[in-house]
């Protein structure tokens, strides 16, 4: 490790098994809607200049990484009792999610909890721990650590309200104020605007487990979920990048070089 800075996407898996294909209703282009196409690739260039990336390979519509473990829809998973639940269980979005995105079921009728469990016990305990040492480790190295959670937004979802040329592009989260440190978070959006994004901070986005659960400034750690329009690089009717993915591409390193180039690793934000 030679950066203080972690690099994660959660929802860029894209390996759909065959068991899970068949047993769905979704074809295989509409069951990729919830999918962060290719979010990974757009931040692989963060190995280069010493951070470790973690991009999971199972898609969110089988595992969603960024929930925990107790979010359980009853209205999926056979023989559970319903329990009070968030408002994204209740939208069908949970750990194991019953729609993908528009609200579009995934399965014909429920699923068990034996494979419910399975799934955890496969896919999202795995990741969690792989990414718990990689925050732990750069800690220890540094004195805190700062993990950049990555994901990309449909551009309607940007800002619907807004025409699009003032609706943000990115969108920088820190459940306001709770997972980071106000200078660290400072930092990340200034990076943005300073390559010409439109930036917005917490809206309309404001962050879930991952930042709930790994956000702890006061520890320094500090979690930072990142928001892309995926318009910037993606078709989104086809899933496909555009021709200026690399382009593309090469704005986003010089963001990243940036704010790596702060040295976060400094008093201001380590451990209280």
Known sequence: LTSSIVFATPHSGRNYSQDFVDRIILDAHAIRASEDAFVDQLFLPVTA???????ALVPRAFVDLNRSCEELDPALIEDMRSTESSARVTSGLGVVPRVVAAGRPIYHGKISMVEAQARL????????QRLQALLDATRTKFGHVVLIDCHSMPHEAANPGLRSKTSPEIVVVDRFGAAADLKVTDCVQAAFTDAGFRVSRNMPFAGAYISQHYGKPKRGQHVIQIEIDRSLYLDEASIKPLASFVDFQTRLRTVIEKVAAVELGKDQIAAE
């Open 49 to 55: 200049l010493g951070a470790p990336l973690l991009a």
């Open 121 to 128: 016990q496969d896919v999202w305990h795995p990741y969690h």
